[in-house]
């Protein structure tokens, strides 16, 4: 996935990208299931975040995407596995 993101962000075409990460309970917590994925698409995603909330379902692809277009660059959605 790393490197279709870079050849978006290399040709400055819009991409979104949304990944699937550990409970959010263990967010932060540095143990082995916590790994930086926000964090390390970050670097070729300028918008990157993490969906903490049942609320932000709709707020944030919604920002994500307007984001990409806009930017004419990758956007990045991580969203717990209990959210």
Known sequence: ???GLYAAM???TPALAITGL????????????DFGTVRLIGEVAPYSGTVMQPADN???PNLAVRYALANRGVSHIGIPIDV
């Open 1 to 3: 996935m790393l490197n």
């Open 10 to 12: 290399a040709d400055q």
């Open 22 to 33: 550990q409970s959010s309970d263990v967010i932060g917590t540095h143990i082995q299931q």
């Open 58 to 60: 709709e707020n944030m």
